[in-house]
């Protein structure tokens, strides 16, 4: 079904809400690269005019409470939340868009968001012709995309998939760390087909491709599980995260990112480590790049390419993998802003 129906008089507008913050200033460059207009908003009116003065010419909307927030996305095609913790904002930029006709997605890590960004928003998404979208990003969206490309359209068969996202080092964001702070509900992972609290096991050793090598990994879902369970149906869902970036992480004395080119990126690298047993097979799809902030904005601004121009399968609340031709997505980004392999096998059938 062609999800654009209500966006032919906003065409090109995006609201880009948190435009200010360090993801939010990616996707702008993103959306102006890609020949979008952004429309920058959030409720800092003196960092949005910031964000203005970069940018002459844009339209800068505030959103310091409701009324101004439903303002803020009228006439805009689609709204790209990246101002979290999402537990706080997506409901309410959620609906707003929702109201307006126009397209939400987001980039939350966050599965209690994305659970209830599912739940609240759904009905009235399908019922308006538009997708809502959440986590769309290097942790959710990256990795759903990776296992749905491996799965294609088979509709049954996926015995487990197994994410290992592997990080040389995490310099965090402010809006990570208060994310951190907020997000204090028990993860996730899926056993036997269905949602159950993680009980985490003792770390493990991964090989990762260099530059990262072996690494010692623990169990932390993030939203990706959310969102692979469900469209893929995979009677075993688990998530493994590098430890030493993750004590990084939860150090208050670790920087945050700092440019080192002319678009703003870390040199902080990454790979994206997909296991998905298929039949008795076990197949591997892999990403790789550089600066898990900035590689969010080329997905999640791909994202809404594909929605504007109708390259999508369905309305309502979706995964990334649901929505969207997973492998011909994947490529559109390859290799640059990442290497991507989705041809390897790695297991022989089962005996």
């Known amino acids: 079904m062609n999800a654009s129906r209500s966006t032919s008089r906003a065409h ?8 200010y913050g360090h993801t939010g200033r990616f996707v702008i460059d993103e959306l102006v690269r890609r020949g979008l207009e952004p429309v920058p908003s959030g409720r800092d009116a003196e960092r949005l005019a910031e964000v203005g003065r970069r940018y002459p010419g844009v339209e800068v909307r505030p959103t310091g409470d409701a009324e101004s927030l439903g303002r803020a996305v009228e006439g805009v095609a689609a709204v790209v939340n990246c101002a979290g913790p999402f537990l706080d904002t997506a409901g309410p930029v959620a609906a707003a868009a929702v109201r307006a006709g126009a397209h939400y997605l987001d ?4 599965q209690a968001s994305v659970r209830a960004t599912y739940r609240e928003h759904g009905d009235a998404a399908a019922a308006a012709g538009v997708v809502v ?3 769309m990003a290097f942790y959710g969206g990256l990795a759903d995309l990776l296992a ?6 088979r509709t049954g068969g996926v015995e487990a998939i197994t994410v290992a996202m592997g990080l040389d080092r995490w310099w965090p964001t402010e809006g990570t760390r208060i994310t951190g702070e907020r997000n204090t509900a028990r993860r996730l992972v899926v056993a036997d087909g269905r949602l159950a609290p993680l009980d985490a096991a003792a770390p493990r050793i991964w090989d990762f491709p260099a530059p990262l090598g072996r690494q010692k ?3 932390l879902p993030f939203s990706e599980v959310i969102t692979m369970h469900r469209h893929l149906g995979a009677r075993r869902i688990v998530s493994h995260l ?3 970036p993750l004590n990084e992480l939860r150090d208050p004395t670790t920087p945050g990112p700092e440019a080192t080119d002319e678009t703003g990126r870390s040199d902080q690298r990454f790979a994206v480590d997909v296991r998905v047993l298929l039949d008795g097979v076990e197949h591997r799809a892999l990403a790789t790049g550089r600066d898990i902030y900035a590689v969010t904005a080329p997905l999640v601004v791909e994202a809404v390419a594909r929605l504007l121009d109708g390259r999508s399968h369905a309305v309502g609340a979706v ?5 969207f031709d997973a492998a011909d997505f994947l490529a559109a980004l390859s290799p640059e802003p990442l290497a991507v392999d989705l041809s390897e096998v790695v297991g022989a059938p089962r005996r």
């Not at 090109?12 to 435009?19: D, K, M, N, S, Y």
């Not at 980039?107 to 966050?110: D, F, G, L, Q, R």
């Not at 995964?319 to 929505?323: I, K, N």
């Open 12 to 19: 090109g507008r995006v609201l880009v809400h948190g435009a």
């Open 107 to 110: 980039v939350t890590a966050e």
């Open 133 to 135: 979208l959440p986590a």
């Open 148 to 153: 749905s490309a491996v799965v294609g359209g």
């Open 217 to 219: 990994v623990v169990d």
């Open 242 to 244: 590098s430890e030493a």
């Open 319 to 323: 995964a990334p993998g649901e929505v």
